[in-house]
């Protein structure tokens, strides 16, 4: 899903920061706004679950893997703002420390991945708006976490498949990703849908993402 320098065109890579970068500014101003206490250190905390959660890989056809995004997680958790920040602190490190992903190509890397994958919060609310069961509340977390995996291997498609890196195009590109991210989907579905359920159950107080969507803070 990382995507490394040499893959995009210059306008996909410009497109891809010019639509990046405001986000992630209305993001930070959300956050300090909706969180008056230092949500630093939930960040960097949370930023790690993600970092070690994507280190889980899956083989597939021809050799190569693919990861969990956790991204979904994120937005449960903290609210999608603070997940979009989160998200890409951990593509940082990825892109810096270990070459995964192009610091030329981030752009496109947190618009898919942070940006992207943080506003499935808005599924999960959207879902759950009329009802506070658990069980609604853990069903939408799956559906969300699937979809946002879809809509992530789409944009990641349609980025390398507008480049000229694949003789196929889009064509190619969009089948090849969303197929793959389709069956990968269920499994983060999963892992997420038990991860924040368990963590509702064990630490509620740490669930800033559930007290927005219950209502008790506002976006």
Known sequence: MHIPDGYLDPTIIAITWAVTIPFLIFAWKKTKKTYSHSIAP????????????QMINFPIAGGTTVHVLGVTLLAVILGPFPAM?????????QAFFFA???????GANALNMAVIGSLSFFIVKLLTRKTSSNKQF?????????????LTAL???LELGFSKAFAGGVMLTVP????????????EAVITTALVTSLQRLQPAVMMGLKLLRGSEKL
């Open 42 to 53: 939930t960040l960097a905390i949370t930023s790690a679950l993600v970092f070690v959660v």
């Open 176 to 187: 090849s990703m969303v197929s793959v991210y389709a069956i990968e989907g269920l499994v």
């Open 85 to 93: 920040l989160s998200m890409t602190m951990v593509l940082l490190m």
């Open 138 to 150: 853990a069903s939408s977390v799956f559906i969300a976490s699937w979809v946002a995996a879809l």
């Open 100 to 106: 995964d992903g192009g610091l030329l190509a981030f």
């Open 155 to 157: 944009a990641t498609g």
